[in-house]
């Protein structure tokens, strides 16, 4: 979908669904993106075969929705920065990240889509609100890593660093993306962190976000919580040589 920013810039924005065991939701999801004119990349992040089967329908059943897959499961990380480069390759300048499983309220979509279109230099991300059915240790884990984000960028400017509902500038994050390889779920957290870092502003609203009963959760409990905790190292040890340029570039921007 092409628009034009209230600069007169035009921006192209599409959507990134990348999709692991989540192949029946994602066709929900899919469907309420096309009904607001947003082209599709469909993630197969190595899914099963009867998994893939279904991806393929839905490309079949939607206009606009391309599918790309991998062979073997890369991670969130790893789809997510597949799907940037099919996005750029296909000549959009934005995409909505949206998870397959059907956790975020899609009528959210057309508030983003004006955000993106009146900040097209800006991330926007989604800073969400739980009702009752969030789980109290996804709760109180968010609440570490967001403490950790402050600390590694030196600032409170990311209210929440895991919510996969957020739309890029793709000239801006792909680049950014393709420097480190956190293909799991470190990836929603650590490409917030170094875009602060390469100076792009972070912009965060609100969104509603449900857990949906017998859902199918892809996150490993030990592993990537381990994961996450060497990726918080590496970003802290980031952060103390950045500081003196992440500090001057904050002063001199007042």
């Given at each position: 979908?092409?628009?034009?920013d209230s600069k007169g810039v035009e921006i192209k924005l599409?959507?990134?669904?990348?999709?692991?065991?989540?192949?029946?939701?994602?066709?929900?999801?899919?469907?309420?993106?096309?009904?607001?004119?947003?082209?599709?990349?469909?993630?197969?992040?190595?899914?099963?075969?009867?998994?893939?089967?279904?991806?393929?329908?839905?490309?079949?059943?939607?206009?606009?929705?391309?599918?790309?897959?991998?062979?073997?499961?890369?991670?969130?990380?790893?789809?997510?920065?597949?799907?940037?480069?099919?996005?750029?390759?296909?000549?959009?300048?934005?995409?909505?990240?949206?998870?397959?499983?059907?956790?975020?309220?899609?009528?959210?979509?057309?508030?983003?889509?004006?955000?993106?279109?009146?900040?097209?230099?800006?991330?926007?991300?989604?800073?969400?609100?739980?009702?009752?059915?969030?789980?109290?240790?996804?709760?109180?884990?968010?609440?570490?890593?967001?403490?950790?984000?402050?600390?590694?960028?030196?600032?409170?400017?990311?209210?929440?660093?895991?919510?996969?509902?957020?739309?890029?500038?793709?000239?801006?994050?792909?680049?950014?993306?393709?420097?480190?390889?956190?293909?799991?779920?470190?990836?929603?957290?650590?490409?917030?962190?170094?875009?602060?870092?390469?100076?792009?502003?972070?912009?965060?609203?609100?969104?509603?976000?449900?857990?949906?009963?017998?859902?199918?959760?892809?996150?490993?409990?030990?592993?990537?919580?381990?994961?996450?905790?060497?990726?918080?190292?590496?970003?802290?040890?980031?952060?103390?040589?950045?500081?003196?340029?992440?500090?001057?570039?904050?002063?001199?921007?007042?």
């Open positions: 979908m092409a628009r034009a599409c959507a990134i669904v990348p999709v692991y065991r989540h192949e029946s939701a994602s066709r929900a999801v899919v469907e309420r993106l096309v009904s607001y004119g947003l082209p599709v990349v469909l993630v197969d992040d190595g899914n099963a075969s009867e998994g893939h089967e279904i991806l393929v329908k839905i490309t079949e059943e939607f206009p606009g929705v391309q599918l790309v897959t991998h062979k073997v499961n890369l991670g969130k990380g790893g789809a997510v920065r597949s799907g940037m480069a099919a996005a750029v390759a296909a000549g959009f300048t934005h995409a909505l990240q949206v998870d397959a499983d059907g956790q975020h309220d899609m009528d959210a979509i057309p508030f983003f889509m004006k955000a993106a279109k009146k900040h097209p230099e800006d991330m926007i991300g989604g800073f969400p609100q739980y009702d009752e059915s969030v789980p109290k240790s996804r709760e109180q884990g968010r609440k570490i890593t967001n403490f950790w984000v402050a600390v590694e960028t030196l600032s409170r400017q990311v209210p929440d660093a895991m919510c996969g509902f957020r739309v890029y500038p793709l000239a801006k994050a792909l680049p950014v993306a393709k420097k480190f390889r956190n293909n799991r779920m470190g990836f929603d957290i650590e490409i917030l962190v170094r875009l602060s870092w390469a100076g792009v502003n972070l912009r965060f609203y609100p969104i509603k976000v449900s857990y949906p009963k017998d859902g199918v959760s892809n996150f490993r409990l030990f592993h990537d919580n381990v994961a996450i905790s060497m990726t918080h190292t590496r970003l802290c040890l980031g952060m103390l040589v950045r500081s003196p340029l992440i500090l001057a570039r904050r002063i001199f921007k007042k």
